[in-house]
């Protein structure tokens, strides 16, 4: 009896499971496929659809009113250039989001521009919904690199494996609001990992950050945050405070920097209702001649093994605990080159101590950035360093970025395909100043403490057996299908 009872259920869950993925389809763009233009594509799309983009360059822009739809580039990764355009859709971007759960996979956006009278506000992305999935981009050379966000429930946008580069183009300081390498607005989380943004332009004086958040919640994961020769303002801006947790960053502040502060927290007033920053085992460089590190207008503080390099006040908070270190050469393979690894010898070499958590968040860096847009696993002997990179970490060992692997209880993140058994990477490709690297995605790691982007587990059915496992093979043979009789049509 029970054995049928199972049975039965696995029945009607894999026939809901067909039914609901039965109209989901794959549509094609480029030369010789069914659609010639992206946005041909996402007219054409229902609910969570895939629109593949092969490499080329496309120039149009539009509206994504579709709910779970992913654009991915395939073969490459395809250039949607704004440059010669006139203006991208609705003055806002080149792709404005206007449904959720929608996801941008591996697409390079640039050249996004309006006048001076419609804003100068131009982005590659303007986030007009909830829960956006961004990976694996390249944004670079547009007013905005990615701007928005609603409020209230204004869900969680994820941001990782991406390069942002030379946007805040424009005058956009002077004539009613500044434009960022990307600028989150009220929305309820943010997870930044394992991208890289960096050097803004001076085109016209005054500039934006390099990231800017109103989130309630920032969670900000192994990235690479420098300003190198651009004009940033702050190398990171979260106006309105919330619940912020850095774990695992390398953060700079060039020489030309238009503002001496790398962390601002909170000076447009905390409205945020968490007030609280936690700071562990990231790596601070200031490269200007004097500045700030950390600067909070209000909130509290707690800060472990964070490694501050360079003039400066350390924390407008006063003096931070003992393990975190300042003041000192902390022997890095060439800070000239923005390489922070540590040499033998250095102060900052197995002086960590345990970071604790953010309420059920293990602030315990677990793994590290490689550049460019890559993470691998930190070697962990017991004895923590200070600062974002453990000295004798294998960076050989390399996994790709994971799809959406996204962490929610620990500093450990499982889209990389190097943290978790089962997954599988890939070399990505792309032009720009970086090649990224999207590969598959990575396991579900014991070590990650976190959500992967695959399950490379076992799933246990003992009562299920081999007719159950026949079933589920039916229930997929109906999903593909349905999804090929409407690529048919």
């Not at 400066?312 to 050469?329: Q, Y």
């Not at 943290?419 to 014991?446: I, K, R």
């Amino acid at each position: 009896m029970r054995r049928t009872v199972t049975m039965t259920m696995v029945v009607s869950v894999v026939l809901a499971a067909s039914a609901g993925v039965a109209e989901a389809a794959t549509l094609e763009v480029g030369p010789g496929k069914t659609y010639a233009t992206p946005c041909d594509a996402i007219a054409a799309a229902m609910p969570n659809d895939v629109v593949e983009v092969a490499a080329g360059t496309y120039t149009d822009t539009c509206s994504i009113g579709v709910k779970g739809l992913t654009v991915r580039g395939v073969g490459g990764r395809p250039k949607i250039d704004l440059s010669a355009t006139e203006h991208p859709s609705g003055y806002k971007g080149i792709y404005v989001i206007d449904a959720d759960d929608v996801t941008l996979d591996n697409l390079e956006l640039t050249g996004a521009h309006i006048s001076d009278d419609n804003g100068a506000n131009g982005a590659g992305i303007r986030i007009q919904a909830a829960g956006l999935t961004v990976h694996g981009c390249y944004i670079h050379d547009n007013q905005n690199g990615i701007l928005g966000g609603i409020s209230p429930n204004g869900g969680k946008i994820t941001i990782e494996y991406t390069e942002f580069a030379h946007n805040g183009l424009g005058n956009g300081c002077n004539v009613g609001g500044c434009t960022h390498n990307l600028y989150i607005n009220h929305v309820d989380e943010l997870l930044f990992q394992y991208n890289w943004s960096h050097d803004i332009p001076n085109d016209f004086p005054d500039k934006g950050h390099l990231l800017k958040s109103r989130a309630a919640k920032n969670t900000i994961l192994y990235n690479r945050i420098t300003g190198e020769m651009g004009h940033d303002s702050y190398a990171l801006n979260f106006p309105n405070g919330g619940l912020t947790i850095l774990v695992g960053n390398l953060i700079e502040k060039g020489p030309n920097g238009d503002n001496k502060i790398l962390l601002s927290y909170a000076e447009e007033g905390a409205s945020n209702a968490d007030k609280r920053v936690f700071l562990a085992n990231n790596t601070f460089v200031n490269d200007a001649a004097d500045g700030t590190f950390v600067k909070l207008a209000d909130g509290d503080l707690v800060a472990h093994n964070n490694l501050f390099v360079g003039p400066g006040t350390v924390s407008s908070t006063g003096a931070l605990p003992a393990d975190n270190l300042s003041g000192v050469d902390p022997k890095f393979v060439n800070q000239a080159m923005f390489d922070y690894h540590l040499q033998a010898g250095s102060p900052a070499i197995d002086k960590g101590v345990d970071p604790g958590k953010a309420d059920a968040f293990s602030l315990t860096p677990v793994e590290e950035y490689v550049q460019p847009l890559k993470g691998v696993m930190r070697k962990s002997d017991g004895k923590l360093d200070i600062g974002a990179l453990e000295f004798g970490t294998d960076v050989t060992g390399m996994g790709g970025g994971g799809a959406t692997g996204s962490s929610t209880t620990s500093a450990g993140v499982g889209g990389s395909g190097a943290t978790g058994a089962g997954g599988a990477t890939a070399a990505g490709t792309g032009s720009g100043s970086a090649a990224t690297g999207s590969g598959g995605a990575g396991g579900g790691g014991a070590t990650s403490g976190g959500e992967s982007g695959g399950c490379g587990c076992e799933v246990a059915g003992h009562e299920s057996g081999s007719g159950a496992l026949g079933l589920v093979g039916l229930g997929l043979a109906m999903a593909a299908l349905g999804r090929k009789r409407r690529q048919a049509r």
